[in-house]
């Protein structure tokens, strides 16, 4: 036993009487005061809750640890506790238009006149044009006959960024990619900011169309090509021209040129080649005035969100936990886990082995993923000791009072008042000499047991 004083304790004048634990109980006690229904708090709340009751030496330092590497409290995550994101990785920025296309599904929707329910969307990722075809169904065979479409307006692409869903991940799309000679980057799972551009292009299409059915009363698939083309002709801040000046070269007649023209006389008549010139020359310069703009766009964003994150890396074979989406309860584990780093597919993609769900396998963004702590069954790692060597319960002995004691702070931290004072080490045989006078203040029956319970 110990006596200590807090600062609370010492200005009532009460002195806590603390049981100084083995090393073969600490795991109880620790154990006792976080797991289950003692509410897996946090280290400062359950180290406190042990000060006042029990005490050995390198305390909070086990509090910490046994913590850190608790299962549930992984699981489960704290509130205050968020995992901060890794730095951003913008995609590379491509010269030529429509050699990297990003696509995605969008549904289901109202179904329309013509029986539409879905949208496939496709966006190119240098000049920012859209496109979306209505589908009565997201199956690989609809998606590739819209993709057709696009490819005999646009040409082939050198690269397609997709999701994971079944439709883009299937052999037979597989294989159409490989016959074009495609290369398929898949997005991560769970992560639409993998495909940020187009993910806020699908928020402003569902809001033009919210606006033109409530505002038309009309079928949302009458009023797509009027509101395609009004995207296209608003400028992008990230490239400075709308998606219609990088791809055309020159500026769409919409509903505003429409209007100008009755307001203004016609524009003499310009001759082919002239037309030609001027046209290459438009469209190169607006091309590298976009791409520089772009690369500045992004490394400012870069820049702002790179304020609040922490790099992480993974090795294969490393243990996990993953942010996956389950069914369920609210009250339900946060992460999943724990899994096996595969491997590294890029700077911010791990392949993870998730054998008890659906997929064998997951592609995963880094900013789903936590490092897993597994605990230690051994009971030597709850033994903290300043040289490495066993601590005796007869050397934690300590007395209060005592005329060769002196204020000191607790070793984990906790500060003590003037008067709450704790005696100098003594060796064991010292210590098992005078047991009987640091034990005095025990009532007799407790004394012996304690003073058997040390010499064993």
């Keep these: 036993m110990r006596k200590w004083m807090s600062h609370g304790s010492c200005f009532l004048g009460e002195a806590i009487s603390q ?42 330092r086990d509090v910490s640890e046994f913590i850190k590497t608790c299962h549930t409290c992984q699981l489960t995550g704290k509130p205050n506790q968020a995992i901060k994101p890794v730095p951003l990785f913008p995609i590379p920025v491509l010269s030529q238009p429509f050699e990297y296309l990003i696509i995605d599904c969008v549904g289901p929707l109202p179904r329309s006149k013509k029986g539409s329910n879905y949208l496939l969307t496709v966006m190119c990722q240098t000049t920012r044009f859209p496109a979306a075809y209505p589908l009565r169904s997201i199956t690989t065979k609809s998606v590739l006959k819209a993709l057709t479409q696009f490819f005999s307006l ?46 806020r292009f699908h928020q402003t299409l569902k809001s033009l169309l919210r606006a033109y059915c409530t505002e038309m009363d009309k079928d949302w698939e009458e009023g797509l090509p009027w509101l395609l083309l009004a995207a296209r002709e608003v400028s992008q801040e990230s490239t400075g021209f709308s998606p219609n000046d990088l791809v055309f070269g020159h500026r769409v007649r919409g509903l505003l040129s429409v209007l100008q023209d009755d307001w203004k006389s016609p524009e003499p008549p310009q001759s082919l080649l002239s037309y030609v010139c001027d046209f290459r020359r438009r469209l190169y310069a607006a091309g590298e005035m976009a791409k520089e703009k772009l690369s500045s766009s992004q490394e400012r964003m870069k820049g702002i969100f790179d304020r609040r ?27 999943q886990g724990p899994y096996t780093v595969v491997r590294q597919y890029t700077e911010q993609n791990y392949l993870v082995a998730t054998p008890e769900r659906r997929k064998a396998h997951q592609l995963c963004h880094v900013n789903l ?12 790692q709850w033994e903290s000791t300043e040289d490495g060597k066993p601590v005796l319960l007869a050397d934690t002995v300590t007395s209060f009072g005592s005329s060769h004691a002196r204020s000191v702070h607790d070793e984990e931290g906790v500060p003590g008042p003037d008067d709450c004072v704790l005696q100098g080490r003594l060796k064991n045989s010292e210590t098992l000499d005078i047991l009987d006078n640091l034990l005095n203040h025990l009532p007799v029956d407790e004394r012996k047991e304690m003073v058997d319970l040390i010499r064993k």
């Excluded at 994150?309 to 992460?335: C, M, N, Y």
């Excluded at 897993?372 to 069954?377: G, L």
Aim: no cysteine.
């Design 19 to 60: 049981v100084v634990v083995p090393v073969k109980l600490r795991e109880l006690v620790l154990t006792t005061s976080h797991n289950d229904v003692a509410g897996h708090m946090g280290v400062r709340k359950t180290y406190n809750r042990i000060l006042r009751h029990f005490f050995w030496p390198g305390l909070k």
């Design 154 to 199: 646009f040409g082939i692409p050198r690269v397609i960024q997709s999701d994971q869903g079944s439709n883009f991940t299937s052999t037979l799309f597989g294989q159409v990619l490989q016959q074009l000679h495609i290369k398929h980057n898949l997005s991560s799972a769970y992560h639409a900011q993998s495909q940020g551009a187009l993910e």
């Design 309 to 335: 994150t922490e790099p992480r890396h993974f090795s294969p074979g490393d243990q996990v936990l993953a942010l996956l989406p389950i069914i369920g309860s609210p009250f339900q584990a946060k992460f």
């Design 369 to 380: 993923l936590k490092p897993y702590y597994a605990r230690s069954t051994e009971t030597e």
